[in-house]
Nanobody, 118 residues
Framework: QVQLVESGGGLVQTGGSLRLSCAASGRRFNTYTMGWFRQAPGKWREMVAAITSGGSTNYASSVKGRFTISRDNAKNTVYLQVNRLKLEDTAVYYC????????????WGQGTQVTVSS
């Protein structure tokens, strides 16, 4: 069982930045593909960014160039640096772990709220 705990959300003005963190339990964190997802009110959950065990990254087109995913295997933590925030980035952001590396994401955190105001 893998437990994921997100932190770092908050209220920020448009154009601002935040760094989201996700701390994971387990001894094999370095082998997991990790992802960040978000869900805005009335919308489906969508993938924002992902990082493989080898460090390859993938981003949704809506955040490419503004968001950066990274991981620190020594700390069992994955980060999402979110810059140049827009109103439409307002959502609950979730961290997820894929232990197999081939999907699906089997473990999810409780989410952290990011609210962007004008």
């Amino acid at each position: 069982q893998v437990q994921l705990v997100e932190s770092g959300g908050g209220l920020v003005q448009t154009g601002g930045s935040l760094r989201l963190s996700c701390a994971a339990s387990g001894r094999r964190f370095n082998t997991y593909t990790m992802g960040w997802f978000r869900q805005a009110p009335g919308k489906w959950r969508e993938m924002v960014a992902a990082i493989t065990s080898g460090g390859s990254t993938n981003y949704a087109s809506s955040v490419k160039g503004r968001f950066t995913i990274s991981r620190d295997n020594a700390k069992n933590t994955v980060y999402l640096q979110v810059n140049r925030l827009k109103l439409e980035d307002t959502a609950v952001y979730y961290c997820a772990a894929d232990p197999s590396g081939t999907g699906p994401y089997a473990y999810w955190g409780q989410g952290t709220q990011v609210t962007v105001s004008s």
